[in-house]
């Protein structure tokens, strides 16, 4: 009986350490793959991913192009019932005010027109970029504003705190050119130009959009660092120290902006402002994970980093999305004006700094004023007083030099 049961102990034995080698060795495997293929995997070239993913926005893009198209074509279009106000009878009504009015106005033919090179306006955007730049040296804001961004309210618990530890805002100006002016409908799309009395009522009730190609290239770095924090089974179990440096080295595309009129609500006039999907951002990613034994600039990181640089740029400003402020009202007011002197302005009317000024000296004048008449007022009233102190004395000793003759003595 037992000679029989040993060969299948043996054969049990056997088959146990085999699956058990078999085992680690298939983890070993995996383990290697993804460290080669993930880790350290050759990244596409950056001329097919930015390809790639130029493919996909196109394809958004068309696809809600084609949405809006569809939505126009099933719903009729009704005009919006205007409600009768009461309207003063002493502001002119203006004649309505239609896209072909303006172009023809301004002279401005979007069919003929050559582009413009916008040099004064890369003058003025490089003196503000370069002021910013400035101020930025002599103030912690736009580090604590960062800090604040990147550390939000709510940090995950494996995350700890991220620190900025480089900043760089570059050297060189963005260069807009090729400018021009073209008109919309009412959905945002491009009207139909050159096409006789369709291209004409086809942007009649819509608004006007200028685009620029825009080129910079420069490098501007932030970098940080963080811990990731392993909390199981309990708090604190590994800490994996992480630096991180993401540069924008390339930015090339086209800026659309267009003015979005007020609406009989009384809303403010906004400026609306977006990048159409064929612009290029090209970005350089810098890792490096540990303390002891680190791992210097993983191909992984910079693609998973890049891809959320993107969609995080894509969901904000590249169309149909855009970004819309309101802006202020533009009257010429008294309160906002600056600058100049009497010599310039009105004789009777000075600015309120020089008005303040000037008040401040009155009053001080005024005050020195009192106080020397106070001063010569103290000054008449203690002379009367010695004097009449002195003749008081001088009346006191005449009386007791003189003696009457015959008189008995005191």
């Not at 350290?40 to 390809?51: L, R």
């Not at 401005?108 to 003196?127: K, T």
């Not at 618990?157 to 760089?168: A, F, H, N």
């Not at 008109?183 to 006007?208: C, I, K, M, V």
Request: hydrophobic share 35%.
């Amino acid at each position: 009986m037992t000679s029989i049961d040993a060969p299948s102990t043996s054969e049990s034995s056997l088959s146990f350490t085999q699956g058990l080698l078999l085992g680690q060795l298939s983890v070993v495997i995996l383990i290697g793959a993804f460290i080669k293929f993930f880790i350290f995997g050759d990244p596409p070239s950056s001329d097919v991913t930015a390809a790639l993913r130029a493919t996909e926005r196109r394809s958004r893009t068309l696809a809600h192009k084609r949405s809006l198209l569809t939505l126009r074509g099933s719903t009729p279009r009704h005009s919006t019932p205007v409600l009768n106000k009461k309207r003063s009878s002493v502001l002119r009504n203006p004649p309505p005010l239609t896209t072909n009015t303006i172009l023809s106005k301004t002279y401005y033919n979007v069919d003929s027109h050559q582009p413009e090179s916008l040099d004064w306006f890369n003058v003025l955007v490089a003196q503000t970029i370069a002021q910013f730049r400035a101020d930025a040296q002599h103030d912690n804001a736009i580090l604590t504003s960062l800090s604040k961004t990147l550390n939000g309210t709510k940090r995950p618990e494996y995350l700890d705190e991220i620190k900025v530890t480089e900043i760089s805002l570059g050297e060189d100006f963005p260069i807009f050119s090729n400018c021009r002016v073209i008109p919309l409908d009412d959905d945002g799309l491009s009207s139909a130009t050159g096409r006789g009395e369709g291209g004409t009522a086809g942007r009649e009730h819509g608004r006007l959009q200028a685009r620029m190609d825009v080129d910079l290239g420069d490098f501007i770095t932030l970098a940080v660092e963080t811990k990731l924090l392993l909390n199981y089974p309990k708090p604190l179990v590994a800490v994996l120290p992480v630096a991180l440096a993401v540069s924008v080295v390339r930015f090339s595309g086209t800026l659309s902006i267009s003015f979005v009129p007020g609406g009989v609500n009384s809303s403010p006039t906004t400026l609306a402002f977006s990048f159409l999907d064929d612009y290029r951002l090209d970005l350089s990613v810098r890792s490096l994970v540990g303390s002891r034994s680190r791992l210097q600039d993983v191909p992984k990181i910079a693609q998973l980093v890049e891809a959320r640089l993107h969609t995080w740029f894509d969901d904000r400003a590249v169309e149909p999305r855009f970004q819309q402020i309101e802006l202020p009202s533009l009257w010429p007011r008294k309160k906002n004006t600056r600058g100049g002197d009497e010599s310039s302005s009105e004789p009777a009317s000075v600015s309120r700094a020089k008005g303040k000024e000037m008040e401040r000296d009155l009053r001080e004048e005024a005050r020195r004023e009192v106080e020397a008449e106070a001063r010569a007022r103290a000054e008449t009233e203690r002379s009367k007083e010695d004097g009449l102190r002195w003749r008081r004395r001088s009346r006191a000793d005449s009386e007791k030099s003189y003696v009457m003759p015959g008189s008995m003595p005191y």
